[in-house]
Structure formats: C-alpha cells, structure tokens
C-alpha cells in the first residue's frame, strides 16, 4: 500500500511539473492612484521605514505623459496602460483619433479568465473604468456604470452605488443584473458563494480612512482572492488604492500615509498568496504622481514615525512614477518605458 502511495505520488509530481508552464498565468495589478516616488518615500518613512515594496526585486520606471498634455490626469494614464493606447485627458477606452479599444481584462475574460476590480474611489472612477468602459467623459458616471452592467465581471466592489440604483433615465441596473448577487456588507460578501458579486460599498465616493472608511483593502483583497480562487480558472484581479491621490490633491499629509499605510497592507496580502501560489504575475505601479510633494523633514522612530514636506500643485505633476514586479515574467517590466508598454508586455504574457 505505502508502495503504491510512493508511485502515485512520483507520478502526480512529474504531471505536475509537465503542466506548470502551460497553466495560465493569474496576474494582479496594483494601482495606487497618484503614488509617485515622494509618496512611496515618505509612506515608508512614516510606516517606521518600513514597506512591502522593498521585497520586490523587478524595478522600473514609466512615463505617464497624456496625448496632449506633459501632465496625465486617472482617464488617460489608465487607458495608457489598459488598453495601450494614448488619449486626451478625460477620456477612458477611446484613443485620440475616436477609436474604442479592448482592455487587457477584457482580453483577459475572452480566453476565459475570471475578473474582479476592488477600489476605494466609486467603481465608476477613472481608473478601473479604464479596464471597462468606452467613454469620452470620465464624468459620465452613469453610462460608465451602465457599461459595467453588462461587462461579467465576476468582484467588483467600490462605491457609487448612486449610479446604479438612483440614475437620472430611471432605470435600476442591479434588478437588470440578474446574474449578480448584490451585497450590503463585508459579512455578506464573504458568505456570498455566486461566482458573480457587486459589493457597492457606499452610494458616493467611500470616505477617507481617518473619516472612517470600511471594509479595509487588504480585507476585500483576500476575500477576492479566495474567491477567485475557487472559481478554478486563471484570474485577472485590478487593486486601486484611490485615495492617495485624493490625499495628495488635498495636501494633507496624514491622510495619504494612512492610504500609503493601507494599501502596502494589501500589497503583502497579494505577496502572500503570489508566493505561496507561484503562477501569478504582481505588477505594482501608480498612474501618476499627485500633488509634485516632496519630503523636507520628519523623524524615523520605533512607532510613530513622521515626515514633513510640502506640495508644488494641487494637481498632478509629470514625474515618471516607479514599477514593482513580482512572479514569471516579471522581469519584463524593469527598465525605463512608456506607461501604454504595460498593457503590451501583459498582453504578449496571456497570449503565450
Ligand atoms: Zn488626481
């Protein structure tokens, strides 16, 4: 019997290295929304100089210049690296001459991926309705989350539940998603077992962490991930961190460390279970930096650390923004290059 046993298990080893390197690649992308180097810096220092990106060995930098500006805002930066294409600022999925282009997740579902998006600005906010929607205004709210209506993708949580459920042309886009178990709280989400589920956490923006925002990121991160997990198909999972930007365009220091502090929680989360899993691909990057902050003081202490420093705009600035890799091919994504690279060097990766 113990014989046996042996030679089973030689053979499900040798099946499974055979196998390895055809199973599609899961791949999680990690934006924090306007986390350039001085926030990346100084949410380190303030976190008692310590971050989950010090791990990562695959480093580069992107430019995030729009089709007509040096300084990118969410729409264009986003389109840039999930659709690959430049644009105007503003306008998500639809390239300067008009023209709509596919996203990566959607690539991603035609060769049969499951998807989720988790975000702590709306759903409907510029940078995940980059990877599904076609719209010339990234205030369009309504049309964008009439566009999620009928996109399938399996998780999506974030807030703007307003632009589903209380929309100007009357309709209630959750009666006509009727494949989707809809969600009120982290309790029923985690007990959800629908392989489709919209958690709209509040019905505006989510507030900021010191207002008291919940469920926390790296939360709704593993619980995503587990359900992914057991959907048994590759996934392709979009994480945004949007408030560091809120933060920075306020200039209120505080507020993005506490979002700095949050979202490089979730990076370890991811980081956890990439290293454990060994087929999924981490790529961690910013759209652009907000704020043209830079850090002129603080102090590095056991608990408590601080920095101090100041803001040039109250808007974004055209710094390049760095990029964190982790998993197989990762190593595609250190250099210098442009922000619509991403999208190609992701796009090469899943047609292998
Ligand atoms: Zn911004």
């Excluded at 791990?55 to 690959?84: P, Q, R, Y």
């Excluded at 989360?269 to 961690?284: E, G, Q, R, S």
Aim: glycine content about 8%; some cysteine; hydrophobic content about 35%.
């Amino acid at each position: 019997m113990r014989k046996l046993l042996i030679i089973i298990l030689f053979f499900s080893c040798i099946g499974n290295s055979g196998t390895q390197g055809i199973k599609p690649l899961n791949i999680i992308i990690l934006i924090g929304d306007g986390m350039g180097l001085p926030q990346i810096t100084g949410g380190t220092y303030a976190n008692n100089n310590e971050s989950e990106l010090e791990n990562f060995k695959n480093i580069g930098l992107i430019k995030t210049f729009a089709k007509d500006d040096l300084v990118t805002d969410s729409a264009a930066s986003g389109t840039a690296f999930a659709c690959g294409v430049k644009t105007y600022n503003g306008t998500i999925g639809i390239d300067y001459k008009g023209k709509e282009h596919i996203s990566i997740l959607e690539i991603c579902q035609k060769i049969g991926y499951s998807t989720g998006i988790i975000v702590t600005s709306e759903i409907t906010h510029a940078t995940p309705a980059s990877y599904y929607a076609k719209v010339q205004s990234r205030d369009n709210h309504e049309e964008i989350a009439n566009q999620l209506s009928s996109k399938n993708i399996n998780f999506f949580v974030g807030g703007g539940k307003k632009y589903f459920v209380d929309r100007k042309d009357k309709r209630n886009l959750f009666n006509e998603m009727q494949d989707y178990d809809f969600v009120n709280n982290i309790k029923e989400y985690n007990k959800s077992k629908s392989s489709k589920i919209g958690f709209l956490t509040y019905d505006d923006a989510p507030p900021s962490l010191p207002e008291g925002r919940i469920p926390s990121l790296d939360k709704l991160t593993k619980l995503t991930i587990e359900k992914l997990k057991t959907e048994s198909k590759p996934f392709f999972l979009v994480i945004e961190g949007s408030q560091i930007d809120w933060a920075c365009h306020d200039h209120d220091i505080d507020y993005f460390v506490e979002e700095f502090k949050e979202f490089d929680k979730t990076i370890k989360t991811v980081m956890d279970f990439a290293k454990k899993d060994k087929n999924t691909l981490v790529v961690v990057t910013a759209d652009h930096e907000t704020g043209g902050f830079h850090i002129l003081g603080g102090r590095i202490l056991k608990e408590n650390s601080y920095i101090k420093g100041d803001f040039l705009t109250t808007g974004h600035s055209g710094d390049m923004v760095p990029i964190f890799s982790y998993g197989p091919h990762s190593e595609n994504f250190s250099g210098i290059y442009d922000n619509t690279e991403i999208f190609k060097k992701l796009n090469e990766i899943v047609k292998k």
